[in-house]
């Protein structure tokens, strides 16, 4: 058989791209839904003029206007920049708390796997005194331990996530281990590192990132419901839990927008990231 060329194996990887975006709708629409999110909060200073932080007492509380496209909070802030970097913050929180327990599990469980025996016993079982305890319950006790601010929910998330992504490459890479693949890659005399982080890892993560996706979702979640309850970002640092938290005491006075447009954003947010990661199964079994 001979072997393709470079040049042959990257157009044929692009076909397979189009080929899954074409007859994969779920996948294209959360693509578009996630990338447009994510352009309007790149390009957030280009799209407002306004100061987050800003206070205005003379504008606070407006409806909509020329000015104001969202209107004011009950501060002068303009909602609209608000919300755009709102977006900024949790989305970039929430990818940030998926790529270290992705690096950190995966690691862990492609170890795992691959070696098994004590090293595997005393990791499981480490993952399963975690998986006892419900997970939010978990994230806001290390938050509240560790206070307020970026590093501190980063760190809760990580000390919790890393487990589900081992599990999941722990099961692949026990599977591979046992394979006539794995015997000709000892055979052929490779290290151990390069068997694991070259060959057997690369084989494994696509179930991890299947499931990243609809981490991202939770975390987000987790996110904006400590932002809520005054645990997540501190303020005056825009986010969308916080937005929810100080417009919920007028929504009783029907001022509806101050409340309901961060939970919007949250929730087409979080559809779009669901439709990727529904897409990208999708695709995943089609392939296999």
Known sequence: M???????????SSGVLRKMLRNNPQLLFGLLIVGVILLMAICAPLLTSYDPTEQDFLSTLQGPSADHLLGTDNLGRDLWARLLYGARVDLFLASVAVVLPFIIGSTIGALCGYFGGWFDTIVMRIADIVVAFPFYVLVIS??????????????????????????????????????NFMDALHVGGLGVPRIIFRHLMPNVLSQAIVYAMSDIVANIGVIV????????IVPPTPDWGNMMSEGQPFFAGGIYTLMLIPAVAVIVTSYGLSLIGDGLATALRVKR
């Open 2 to 12: 001979t072997a393709l060329s470079p040049f042959e194996s990257r157009t044929s």
């Open 142 to 179: 290390l938050v509240f331990i560790l206070g307020n601010g970026v590093s501190s929910i980063i760190v809760a998330i990580s000390i919790i996530s890393w487990v589900a992504y081992a599990r999941i490459i722990r099961a692949e890479a026990m599977v591979l281990s046992a394979t």
């Open 225 to 232: 419901t400590l932002s809520y309850f005054g645990l997540g």
